[in-house]
């Protein structure tokens, strides 16, 4: 019986090494493709303008997101923007580069998702506190700052997020 014992890793060794690449599946064109999506947006202009504003944190300088602001800022400077532990009111909407439907709060009680900016993943995180109430924004959120290597549901590895947000309230603010 010991005997056997011995041999069970190396036939689970002998299995798996005789799979071949093609019954892994590989995200690495998955992958490139988000980030030349990202760095697509981060250079896009209008008139001379860039159209989406780079935000990269202090508290996380390897993340960042990308916002296009569809609202006049002015009007919502004086509004009140969460900070990291506050509580908000957004509703929004969730695709990929290829514009596939990966969720939004529409499904929610009155379509409106509540939550803690730091309850969220990383690249929400930096955009809603980044925001206003009333504002209306598109954020890109690359892979790093999103899932990373890993899926969700049906967001695949190294997806690039494409958020349409609204900023419906901040109910509770916490300093």
């Known amino acids: ?30 992958k490139k493709q988000n980030e030349e999506y990202v760095q697509k947006m981060e250079d896009l202009t209008e008139n001379g303008e860039k ?10 300088p390897g993340d960042f997101v990308l916002i296009k602001w569809h609202n006049d800022r002015s009007l919502t400077e004086k509004n009140l923007k969460p900070l990291s532990n506050s509580t908000v009111n957004i509703k929004y909407e969730m695709e990929d580069i290829d514009g596939n439907y990966l969720g939004d709060s529409y499904s929610v009680t009155d379509s409106v998702y509540q939550s ?6 990383i690249g ?12 209306s924004v598109t954020m890109v959120i690359p892979a790093s700052s999103g899932y990373g290597a890993s899926s969700a549901g049906s967001i695949l590895p190294y997806s ?15 300093k």
Not at 11 to 21: E, G, K
Not at 51 to 60: D, G, I, L, N, Q
Not at 160 to 174: E, F, R
């Open 1 to 30: 019986m010991k005997k056997i014992l011995y041999f069970i890793p190396l036939f689970a060794f002998l299995a798996t090494s005789c799979m071949s690449s093609e019954d892994t599946p590989t995200y690495s064109d998955w």
């Open 51 to 60: 159209v989406y504003t780079k935000f990269t944190p202090e508290w996380a």
């Open 116 to 121: 803690m900016p730091n309850q969220n993943i």
């Open 124 to 135: 929400m995180w930096i955009a809603l506190t980044n925001m206003h109430v009333g504002d």
């Open 160 to 174: 690039a997020l494409i958020y349409h947000v609204k900023m419906k309230d901040v109910p509770k603010y916490d």
